[in-house]
């Protein structure tokens, strides 16, 4: 695999970073996320009952549910909702704070294969900022390149000084695995902050996995996988 254009996006999420440190240091703030993927058979209530009663702010959704299911738990949890986007029979919504912007898109990859996400940027305080992104990576030819376009995206798109998480569906476990190799410099696995992962305990075999960062502006101070599907992060945004 030729490592340029790795090197490059690298560099340039990395400038960003340091870029929004000069800027100033202002105190971090705290924040909850829950990520779930409900299955047709949860119910808006189920899931809203679960964010009050965990005290997320934030919530990272995935079902195969209509925008009606992703509006009521929005309701019910009295936090606003993106607008949902419909990815490969999937429809994806973020709930916090109402959102600067929201978009779902499609990315082609160099040699084949396309990224598809749902993306939004929160402005916590005037001083914070945090992206969400729910990405799938379908049919991959070349697993550097993906990575590459999806690094690319979060240097020329997201904001300077915002935190971002992130989930990636990828299409097999391997290649799960070596997504996770390359982002490894930039974002961090929210595995590692389970309590599983802190005890040097091997993780089961996984496609979908979940990241923050970047590490000069986020961090993961606990995680805890709450039901098959379902995480909920405790982050500190804005070190």
Avoid at 15 to 26: E, F, K, N, S
Avoid at 107 to 129: C, S, T, W, Y
Wanted: charged share 20%; with cysteine; aromatic share 6%.
């Amino acid at each position: 695999m030729k490592q340029g254009r790795l090197v490059i996006a690298a560099v340039a999420v990395m400038a960003a970073a340091c870029g929004g440190m000069m800027m100033g240091t202002p105190k971090p703030v705290n924040r909850d996320v829950l990520i779930t993927r409900a299955d047709a058979n949860t119910s808006a209530e189920q899931t809203a009952q679960m964010l009050t009663q965990r005290g997320a702010q934030f919530a990272m959704l995935a079902s195969p549910r209509d925008s009606a299911w992703f509006a009521e738990v929005a309701r019910r949890a009295n936090l606003a909702s993106t607008r949902p986007g419909k990815v490969s029979g999937t429809t994806y919504a973020f709930l916090g704070p109402k959102a600067l912007g929201d978009t779902t898109l499609t990315l082609a990859i160099p040699g084949g294969g396309v990224i598809r996400m749902h993306d939004a940027l929160f402005e916590i305080d005037k001083n914070h900022q945090l992206d969400l992104m729910s990405v799938q990576m379908d049919s991959i030819v070349n697993v550097q390149r993906a990575v590459n376009k999806l690094l690319e995206y979060i240097a020329g798109d997201v904001g300077a000084t915002a935190s971002v998480l992130f989930a990636i569906e990828a299409p097999t476990v391997a290649i799960g695995d070596s997504i996770a190799v390359l982002m490894r410099p930039l974002y961090t696995d929210v595995y590692e902050c389970t309590a599983e992962g802190r005890s040097g305990a091997a993780r089961a075999p996984a496609a979908a996995r979940v990241y923050f960062g970047p590490i000069a502006r986020m961090r993961c101070e606990s995680a805890e996988r709450l039901a098959p599907g379902t995480l909920l992060g405790h982050f500190e945004i804005g070190l």
